[in-house]
């Protein structure tokens, strides 16, 4: 699991880094980050500030690989 220093020093521009080019896969990966750091969950002083991030993160590779496939199937 990554820690929270990990997580928050990824870019919004690279979102890749945490999550895979693949929707279904990068939802596995943010269901499992957002159990783990959900601040219900977990008492870390962090943990709000990391699972926005994480949900930032995951919105934007989102949004990444819809367009992506909105381009090749032109």
């Known amino acids: 699991m990554y820690s929270a220093d990990e997580i928050l020093k990824i870019s919004e521009s690279f979102p890749e880094k945490l999550f895979p080019n693949n929707e279904s896969e ?15 969950k977990n008492s870390d002083k962090n ?18 690989i819809k367009n992506n496939s909105k381009i090749r199937s032109f």
């Open 47 to 64: 943990a709000n500030k990391v699972s926005s991030h994480i949900s930032r993160l995951y919105k934007l590779v989102i949004e990444k």
């Open 26 to 40: 990068a939802a596995k990966v943010y269901h499992s980050l957002m159990s783990f750091w959900h601040p219900d």
